[in-house]
C-alpha cells in the first residue's frame, strides 16, 4: 500500500511539472535557478517515462514522445549552457503531438477513435466520422498554438512566454475538449437507437 501511494505521488508530481514546465524555466530563467532546476526536471521526466510503461493504450506513445522531447531539450540545454533552449519545450510538444495526431490520420485507426474506443469498443460510423474530423481539429489546434507558442520564442518577452505557455494555451485546450465533449454527447445521443 505504501509503494502504491508512493508511485501515485510521484506520477502527481511529474505530471504537475510538466504542467508547471512555463512557470518552472521562468523561475529559473529570471533568477538564475536552471543550474539545479534542469537535473532535477530530467529526473522527474525520465521517471514519468518509466511509469508510462505501465499504461496502455495510444497515450503512452503520446507520453513517451512528449516526455522524451523535455528531456531531449533538459540535456541539450544543460549541456551547450544554452537555457534559452528550454523555451521550445511547448513547440516541441505542440509539433510532436501534431505528428502523432496528423499521421494517424492515414492509418486505419486515427488517434481520437483509438482513445473513443478504450471507452466504447464498438464504435458506430458515425461515431468513427466524427472521431476523424476531432483528430483533424486537434491537428489544426496544434498548429495554431505550436505557431503562437514559437513566436513568444522569437519574440523574446518572458511575461508573454509564460502567459501564454503557462495559461492561455492550457485555457483554449480546455475549452476545446470541453465543446468536443459536448459535440461528442450529441453525436452520441443521435446514434443512439
Known amino acids: 500500500m505504501g509503494g502504491y ?14 504542467l508547471a ?6 523561475f529559473g530563467l529570471t533568477y538564475n535557478g536552471l543550474r539545479w532546476l534542469v537535473p532535477l526536471m530530467v529526473f ?4 514519468r517515462v518509466r511509469q508510462v510503461r505501465q499504461t496502455i ?8 514522445s512528449v516526455v522524451s ?22 513547440v516541441m510538444v505542440n509539433l510532436v503531438m501534431l505528428v502523432l495526431f496528423g499521421s494517424s490520420l492515414w492509418s486505419s485507426m486515427p488517434l481520437v477513435e483509438r482513445l473513443a474506443r478504450l471507452q466504447a469498443p464498438e464504435l458506430p460510423p458515425e461515431g468513427v ?16 498554438n505550436g505557431a503562437m507558442a514559437l513566436f513568444t520564442v522569437l519574440y523574446g518577452e518572458m511575461w508573454l512566454w509564460t502567459t501564454w ?6 485555457v483554449l485546450m480546455g475549452i476545446l475538449m470541453m ?9 452520441i445521443k443521435r446514434a443512439a437507437p
Do not use: D
Not at 21 to 26: A, K
Not at 71 to 81: D, E, H, K, P, T
Not at 165 to 170: E, Q
Open 44 to 47: 522527474l521526466l525520465i521517471l
Open 69 to 90: 522531447a523535455g528531456v531531449a531539450l533538459c540535456i541539450l540545454s544543460y549541456l551547450l549552457q544554452a537555457h534559452q533552449l528550454l523555451l521550445f519545450y511547448p
Open 5 to 18: 501511494r508512493l508511485q501515485r505521488g510521484i506520477q502527481l508530481i511529474t505530471a504537475l511539472m510538466l
Open 129 to 144: 466520422r466524427y472521431t476523424r474530423k476531432v483528430t483533424q481539429i486537434w491537428c489544426v489546434f496544434f498548429i495554431l
Open 179 to 187: 465543446g468536443e465533449w459536448l459535440v461528442r454527447r450529441q453525436v
Open 165 to 170: 505557455n503557462g495559461m492561455i494555451a492550457y
Open 57 to 64: 493504450g495510444p497515450m503512452r506513445l503520446v507520453i513517451q
Open 21 to 26: 514546465w512555463p512557470f518552472l524555466i521562468w
